[in-house]
């Protein structure tokens, strides 16, 4: 039988890889090669996944190097020759094997002010917003995201500034920027700025690149580049 | 890390820096969109220069005297005194892990320097 | 403790334009005291600045000349893609900027080496 050697990594993050063979098949998911090592081999391997159709967000991990969700990651799309190294997702502290702590990556959002500040009551009626009205289309453009922390995990930003919000974060805000219901834009911008905010971003565009709901976060913190500066500008700061 | 989280979470705060980082950032684009031109014309002249024998008086006889000149170089190296030492600032933040107050006086100093030894060049060729 | 990234996950156009970018800025910043100072030289009068002149006929620093100007031209092709990024609209043309950057950059560098 064809079979796959798979380098996954054991323990936390002063662990090592260890080797496994496991049976090459058709359609073969990477998220199947994990699961199949824990349900076959060693039932103490540790990771996370619960939707296995790509809504979830939680099976993202590091295949061959790169940020993946892998439950739709084709074994075939990303082998190398008949090897597999499989990693924890890079940039965040690494709990056991394939799991990572998400709690950094997730207090960013709320840092970024990613929480949506209603304005209305219930005596108001529904607002009404046109879908081609530039800011629900620029909110569409980043609204999919279903927070698997690839473009963390990805960002370089992060690696060399850990307290950088991160192109999960920063999409998340611009999004709410662009939401006319909201009523907390000032405090947002504010929210976003500083060293650690939009302005530290590069433009390496590997968020935009490695994002599996092919959102480009790239494009949302230059919007928020824009706006904080005007913001600064115009002394609203 | 965390512990800062907590903090920011609970409210609306003002990110730390917000102000600074946000005009250094308008002065790095302002001072970009300047240096295109500038360094347009500067490689123009390069290639010029170059193709037509690059000597002392070649040099000075396009500068000496030449108050648009003077005023060009003026501006080319206002424009590079505000870019470089932002450039170099993050650069020193981001692989030399050198965050502290102490490396914002040591940029600002390298753009002080920048700034009165690039007059001085441009001085020099109008004024030989 | 983090699982730090390598190049693989840093392989790709836009990653390597920023390190160009970074680099070549580095490059021209470390650069500009010499080229200030030897403009300055002319205080000292033109046959000073022949002197000078004169060592930009060796070989090696011919070399070093067409690398700043190449270094140079990336620099600015490769910033006016990042503002165009920054400041135009989105629409996906990232790969075609950074194409047009690097041919913009190359044929500067040619056009400088082909004129020494």
Redesign the interface.
Known sequence: MNMLQVSVWRGGADGEYRNYEVPRQESQSVLDVVTYIQRSIDPTLSYRFACRVGMCGACAMTVNGVARWTCRTHVAKVVKGNAIQIAPLANLPVVKDLVTDMREFFDKWARARGQFAPQATRKDAFARVASDSPGRVAANAGIECIGCGVCYASCDVVSWNPDYLGPAALNRAWTLVNDVRDGARRERLAAVAGDAGCHACHTHLSCSERCPKNIAPTASIAGLKRAVALAAWKGEL | MSSAGQTYAAGSATAPGAKFEAWLWIAQRASAAVLALCVLVHLVTIIYAVRHGLTGAAILGRTQGNGAALAFYTLYVLAIAVHAPIGLRTLCQEWLGWRSASLNWVVAGIALALFAFGLRAGWAVFSA | ??????????N?P??WA?LVH?LS??A??LF??F?????????Q??????TL?KW?ELPLLKFTETML?LL??A??TG??R??A???LP?R?W?KSLLAWAAGAALA?GL??AL??
């Open positions: 403790m983090t699982m730090r990234n390598d190049y693989r996950s840093r790709h836009a990653w920023f970074r800025g580095l021209l910043s500009l005291p080229h200030f100072w030897a403009l300055g030289q002319a205080l009068g033109e046959a000073r600045l022949d002149l930009t100007v140079l031209a620099h600015l910033g006016l990042l503002l990024l920054e400041f989105w996906g990232q500067a056009a400088f004129a020494l």
